[in-house]
């Protein structure tokens, strides 16, 4: 199901996100185009051949689709944009947490499965790619067999959002808390802004954990120790991105749900991401669920239950044999 | 007048090697004494070389004494060094090996510890494996619920 990169005019990157048109933290659709465009200039202005793959999980009715906003936003853009519409059905099989109102990685896998490119990176919708990434990206810098991490720098809550270019990006008194750096083995925390690998190693892994649907919270972090367990080499690509930060992400959320953990809306964050890693199915990343064209670019994959999978399969958790050497959050 | 020949006739005797009658009388006398003092001078020198004589031989004897009992000594000292000594090389040895067995005993204990160590970590993750399962099930029963609920209150469900 997952198709291969190669040299028959395949983009060098795939990057995938995921969101849906619900005002998520206020403004994601705001901030959701602003990133688009950003990113979308800044690698184009680099002849960086990319490609953004855009999964619109269980997009509310009556709303328009964000892919669609997105292409109207970005005209004319030489990057393909490719999106999927998944059918609200998928999150409502496949959640074990009701709180748990957006799988977000198995979202990603849907992306990641799809993906073209040599090179994939998912990321988040409203995160701004830094200077070194993009550079690394056209100097074709990467490596297989490698994940790559980058420090998240979250911009202060209410920054001026509408004039964003490098000297606000780079300006540090526009951040939002200390500049804490990745540290190995794991370079864990922020996680699911920034990972970065080949299309053969997101294979070989299998994509994000779709085992433990409990929690989205931890999902990024157990997916590095997955790799490190694996035997994947981990590194920081050096240069961070950028996040501003919005009401009801994880970092501006938590004090709220301390003490009351099992009803967060991402889940419990104690279950132990460090230690349980999985083992996900070979149809991972909704790859039976059949494919409707929408619109040029456009795909909707309404629901079956073929691509659906058991509700519980216990043996595909698994112990990680590496220790759980960082304990850093990882939203 | 008379005084005057009397010295000019003792100097010419003197000079001719002889001397006036009571002059030579005085002189014998002085001989006799001084030989007389010689005698005496020599039997002093005697006595004290064997006085000398007798403190060297009292010296010499005073000295293989204390020779003999420092040598005496010494044998003895040298014994008991000796005595010591192999107790203490008893000792070191009685101490290197209880020192080895405990080093040993220490070895079995870390082996022991990390070996458990490493049962407490695989305890420990087995234990969180067991959690996540136990997670999972708990999540899939109350979607099951929910379900097997939606369906009774559905129109088309049995409500009884």
């Not at chain 1, 809550?157 to 270019?165: A, E, K, P, R, Y």
């Given at each position: 199901m997952m198709e291969p990169a190669s040299g028959d005019g395949s983009p060098y990157l795939t990057i995938v996100s995921t969101g849906r048109n619900d005002s998520y933290g206020g403004n994601f659709e705001e901030r959701f185009l602003r990133t688009l465009r950003f990113n979308t200039a800044q690698l184009a202005a680099r002849e960086v051949a990319a490609e953004f793959v855009f999964v619109e999980w269980a997009a509310p009715a009556g709303r328009p689709l964000l892919s669609d906003l997105a292409r109207e936003a970005v005209p004319g853009c030489s990057l393909t944009f490719r999106s999927y519409v998944v059918d609200a059905a998928y999150q409502e099989a496949l959640t074990l947490n009701r709180r748990v109102a957006y799988l977000e990685f198995i979202a990603k896998n849907v992306g990641i499965r799809r993906a073209r490119g040599e090179f994939i990176l998912t990321t988040n919708a409203d995160v701004f790619l830094g200077r070194g990434v993009l550079d690394a990206l056209a100097r074709r810098a990467l490596g297989r067999g490698t994940v790559y991490r980058a420090r998240r720098i979250d911009l202060k809550?209410?920054?001026?959002?509408?004039?964003?270019?490098w000297d606000v990006l780079e300006d540090a008194r526009n951040y939002d808390g200390g500049l804490k750096p990745l540290k190995p083995p794991l370079y864990a925390g922020g996680t699911g802004d920034f990972v970065l690998a080949d299309a053969a190693t997101f294979a070989r892994l299998r994509g994000f954990n779709e085992v433990f649907r409990v929690a989205k919270i931890g999902i990024d972090k157990n997916f590095l120790v997955k790799a490190l367990d694996a035997g994947v080499a981990i590194v920081d690509i050096g240069s961070p991105v950028y996040h501003i930060n919005h009401v009801g992400s994880y970092r501006a959320s938590k004090a709220q749900y301390r003490g009351e953990a099992a009803d967060a809306p991402y889940g419990d964050d104690r279950w132990p991401a460090g230690s349980v890693i999985y083992e996900n199915p070979d149809n991972w990343g909704l790859a039976d669920a059949p494919m409707v064209p929408l619109r040029a670019g456009t795909w909707r994959l309404p629901f079956h239950w073929n691509a659906v999978p058991p509700l519980v399969d216990l043996d595909r958790v698994t112990l990680a044999g590496v220790a759980d050497a960082d304990e850093e959050e990882s939203a | 007048m008379t005084d005057t020949m009397a010295r000019l006739g003792s100097r010419v005797l003197r000079r001719l090697g002889l001397e006036r009658g009571g002059r030579a009388a005085d002189l014998h006398e002085a001989l006799r004494k001084s030989e007389q003092r010689i005698v005496e001078l020599k039997k002093l020198l005697e006595k004290s070389r064997a006085e000398s004589e007798q403190w060297r031989a009292k010296l010499l004897a005073s000295s293989a004494h204390e020779q003999a009992a420092r040598k005496s000594d010494d044998e003895k000292y040298r014994a008991r060094v000796e005595k010591l000594e192999a107790r203490l090389a008893e000792q070191v040895a009685k101490l290197q090996e209880r020192d080895a067995a405990r080093a040993e005993k220490v070895g079995e204990l870390r082996d022991k510890v990390a070996t458990a160590d490493r049962s407490v970590r695989a305890g420990r993750d087995h234990l969180m494996s067991i959690e996540v399962k136990l997670d999972l099930i708990e999540g899939a029963i109350n979607v099951l619920d929910r379900r097997f609920r939606g369906l009774r209150s559905s129109p088309g469900g049995d409500s009884r």
């Open positions: 809550l209410g920054i001026d959002q509408t004039s964003l270019d | -």
